[in-house]
């Protein structure tokens, strides 16, 4: 191993040149661009022996990256916000294809109004295309995450494209010593890519074809299976990691003091390591409080969301998320899996971060005494007092 | 925590010395840092912070450094009495300056002297984190040394580790 003071995107570039891809298809936008710059010089000093393909739109990145998976290749692409967007239709392709593609999003705000900054609109508002979707706290775990999706997406039995978000500038600008695994353990964790679901003129066959009515609802149902099985592959892969490179990771979520916790927060990303410091604060004035980080949000971790809040009094989801005209969309997943769960507790929804705006350690505590008047609501943070939308 | 705020002008390299500061307080196990930029679009010439907060634990807190230990200027027409309200209790001020200061809470340091002696040209990052040790008890100018011999391109590292070592005897009073 050896240690490196990195952005989230150089040491998630590291990450991805462990993980040997073949083809790197991707275009610049901020603040996805130093992932592929990196990456980049990787192919230019010859540490890394892959195609690196510049194009000229998000929308052939993600293309580009098809036509190669469909050829058996390991292939890696990155964006962000609008570039998310404009390859949207291609994320539906590949997810359908069952290509295991691992793509990087730099999460960053939507326009308009215009905005560079970090929230996780752009890829919350594709969680219905059929991806793999986690999200990391701090630049070590970006760079395990990259090492693990390949091994997650690829896996026999899941065949699902990855998406890995890492939080716009707090995460992919801000610099950390990471350990960076030595290429012979990263070959040992994941060996290369195999699979049968690839053009070859040994064995014909016919890859992205159309289903009309009779045949579509399987397709789509198998596709479902691929990401519910991603589950199995997830747990897989974290204990073979942590076997082989000693970090250990908790799956679908992390639960940080919540076993005996009365009041739970739900976060995602990067904004859990100042909610954990919070958590601290309170519990040495003898308060009961925990964090529940969401790691994974496609597969839902249903089962865990309720096992982590089924003993709590009341719940709060925060999130740098909107889906106008309802809430928060983590918010609306959350109180879908405590209603299975029968859970019936008061919990709140807190819409934050929005265009990179700060959380402050004061919101977070404010949101845990909020917490204990019992009562549920969706407010935004820092439009100057709460507005609970009546 | 040991946070420090620094102050400079797009391309006098304030950024690149707030991460050299957490590469290299970083070297020695269990120690960790954060160091970022104001984020946003740069400029050559504006105003620029950028930050680096030292602690001996995770850091989970990545917003801006609001109250500071060191508050850091590379260019002293940036400073400004607004600069006292940015230090915690006991904070310093360290600034590149010909000027002197009656305050206690100021360092002056003419780091733009050193620079021209010994870089030659008027490039005061790596100076201001030589003084930072000097001032500091708890970052090691050896530790700062490695960290320029491991991160900056090669050709730079013999002049701005020279340019560290005069700026820490210079600090030293």
Redesign the interface.
């Known amino acids: 191993m050896a240690?490196k003071?990195l952005s989230g995107n150089e040491a998630f570039a590291y990450g991805v040149s462990l993980a040997r891809p073949q083809v790197i298809s991707a275009y610049p936008i901020t603040p996805q661009t130093i992932v592929v710059e990196k990456l980049s010089e990787f192919v230019e000093d010859g540490s890394l022996k892959a195609e690196f393909i510049h194009v000229e739109s998000e929308h052939s990145a993600l293309s580009c990256a098809m036509g190669a998976s469909s050829v058996g290749a390991r292939a890696f692409t990155a964006t962000s916000s609008q570039g998310l967007l404009y390859m949207a239709e291609c994320l539906t392709y590949a997810a359908g294809g069952r290509f295991p593609i691992v793509m990087m999003n730099a999460n960053r705000s939507t326009a308009l109004p215009w905005n560079?900054?970090g929230d996780q609109r752009d890829s919350l508002s594709q969680l219905d295309s059929g991806w793999i979707q986690a999200y990391a706290e701090?630049a070590q775990e970006a760079l395990d995450l990259a090492l693990m999706s390949f091994y997650i997406a690829e896996h026999k039995r899941v065949s699902t494209p990855f998406m890995a978000n890492l939080d716009g500038?707090?995460?992919t600008?801000?610099?950390?010593?990471v350990d960076i695994p030595t290429q012979d353990k990263a070959d040992e964790f994941l060996p290369g890519y195999e699979t049968e679901n690839k053009l070859d003129l040994e064995n014909p066959r016919n890859l992205a074809f159309s289903a009309g009515p009779e045949h579509n609802t399987v397709f789509k149902y198998k596709e479902h299976l691929g990401l519910l099985n991603s589950k199995k592959a997830i747990e897989e892969a974290e204990a073979k990691f942590s076997k082989i490179f000693g970090r250990q990771y908790s799956g679908l979520v992390e639960k940080y003091k919540t076993d005996d916790a009365e009041y739970i927060l739900i976060t995602v990303g990067?904004i859990?390591?100042?909610?954990?410091?919070v958590v601290d604060g309170l519990r040495a004035s003898g308060r009961k409080v925990g964090l529940l980080r969401l790691r994974y949000l496609r597969p839902l971790p249903n089962e865990e969301i309720a096992d982590a809040l089924k003993g709590a009094k009341a719940a709060a989801v925060l999130e740098k998320d909107i889906s106008f005209g309802n809430e928060g969309t983590v918010y609306t997943n959350v109180n879908s899996a405590l209603h299975k769960a029968k859970i019936n507790i008061p919990n709140s929804n807190y819409i934050g971060g929005l265009g990179?705006k700060?959380?402050?350690?004061e919101e977070i505590k404010s949101i845990f005494d909020d917490m204990e008047k019992g009562k549920s609501a969706v407010k935004f943070l820092g439009i100057g007092g709460a507005f609970d939308g009546n | 925590m040991i946070e420090v705020l620094w102050h400079g002008r797009g391309g006098q390299g304030a950024f690149t010395a707030a991460k050299l500061l957490g590469a290299a307080f970083t070297l020695k196990d269990n120690r960790y840092a954060l160091a970022f930029p104001s984020f946003g679009p740069e400029r050559r010439g504006a105003p620029i912070r950028a930050f680096t907060k030292l602690d001996t634990k995770p850091i989970g807190n990545r917003s801006e450094i609001t109250k500071a230990d060191f508050c850091i200027f590379l260019d002293d027409t940036l400073f400004g009495e607004a600069a006292f309200d940015s230090l915690k209790p006991g904070g310093k001020i360290l600034i590149n300056t010909k000027k002197s200061f009656e305050d206690g809470r100021v360092i002056a340091i003419d780091a733009d002297k050193i620079a021209a002696e010994i870089i030659g040209l008027p490039i005061t990052n790596t100076i201001l984190l030589g003084a930072l040790a000097a001032v500091s008890n708890n970052i090691d100018i050896k530790e700062i040394e490695t960290a320029i011999m491991q991160n900056m391109p090669y050709k730079l590292i013999e002049k701005n580790v020279k340019a560290i070592k005069a700026a820490y005897e210079e600090a030293q009073i």
């Open positions: 240690k003071f560079i900054y701090n500038f707090v995460l600008h801000t610099y950390e010593v990067s859990s390591g100042l909610v954990k410091e990179g700060n959380i402050s350690a």
